[in-house]
């Protein structure tokens, strides 16, 4: 059974800092993983999608990675602002069990001004 | 404008109660979604749908209940069964099940026992 880990839990930085989330999974056996942002009280946003055959996708201040090897997979974030606060969930599809997705507790990043 | 359509955004519901979220799509996608979210914590699979007139058990399915009658649309009802209802939850929907594509997430409903 796949099971997807997110480390931290929780993250307070500084304005403009450079930060990195982190996502790992137990089963290489995916299709895709994503990024979503979830702002308190509302659904999830896409911001990323990665393929498994993909090394890494960027989206302006964001880059997420991909090691299907290891079974991680990091957000980057770039000259973070206080907009970027929010919590930050990734979720990966299987390639077995009819495909579905497996979330991750997320991390609720919070970026000071 | 295309995009996933839940309502109500609040709803309180009586112990011993029937309740059903609405879920609607414009984007033409054949699968749909419902997952629940507790607080802290990651979404959890409910009910799926591939196609119309067909759907399957999640991870956590006891206590709840669809249907998909039409491609657009996939209620889920929360029957007097779910003896901790109170969530946070959440319909997607995407291109077809499995494979290369991406999931769309609508706005949430929040479910509330009084």
Known sequence: KQEVTQIPAALSVPEGENLVLNCSFTDSAIYNLQWFRQDPGKGLTSLLLIQSSQREQTSGRLNASLDKSSGRSTLYIAASQPGDSATYLCAVRGNTNAGKSTFGDGTTLTVKP | ?114
């Open chain 2, 1 to 114: 404008d295309g995009g996933i359509t839940q309502s109500p955004k609040y709803l309180f519901r009586k112990e011993g109660q029937n309740v059903t979220l609405s879920c609607e799509q414009n984007l033409n996608h054949d699968a749909m979604y419902w997952y629940r979210q507790d607080p802290g914590q990651g979404l959890r699979l409910i009910y799926y749908s591939q196609i119309v007139n067909d759907f399957q058990k999640g991870d956590i399915a006891e206590g709840y209940s669809v249907s998909r009658e039409k491609k657009e649309s996939f209620p889920l009802t929360v029957t007097s069964a779910q003896k901790n209802p109170t969530a946070f939850y959440l319909c997607a929907s995407s291109p077809r099940q499995g494979g290369d594509t991406e999931a769309f997430f609508g706005q949430g409903t929040r479910l509330t026992v009084v």
